[in-house]
């Protein structure tokens, strides 16, 4: 059973295109965990992670964050 999800973000239409529209959600608390401008992007992420990666280092290579706190969460989203 996968640990993680994409999916299209929720946003009005009326409000100016997101950046980076598609997230990465993770199943166990339903939260997401970065957001990517391509679906593939994101699914490349997931599948990485559920090999083993380590996400942090595996977003950090990808340049979505500048650096994960000691805690494990992601910081420069």
Do not use: C, N
Not at 1 to 29: C, G, H, N, Q, T
Request: glycine residues 10%.
């Amino acid at each position: 059973m996968p640990k993680y999800i994409v999916r299209k973000r929720k946003w009005p239409e009326s409000f100016p295109p997101l950046k980076r529209p598609w997230e990465l959600i993770r199943l166990a608390d339903g939260k997401p965990v970065s957001f990517f401008a391509t679906p593939e992007e994101a699914q490349a992420v997931a599948k990485e992670v559920e090999k083993g990666a380590d996400l942090g280092q595996k977003l950090l290579q990808t340049g979505l964050i500048k650096g994960v706190h000691r805690t494990g969460t992601a910081r420069g989203q």
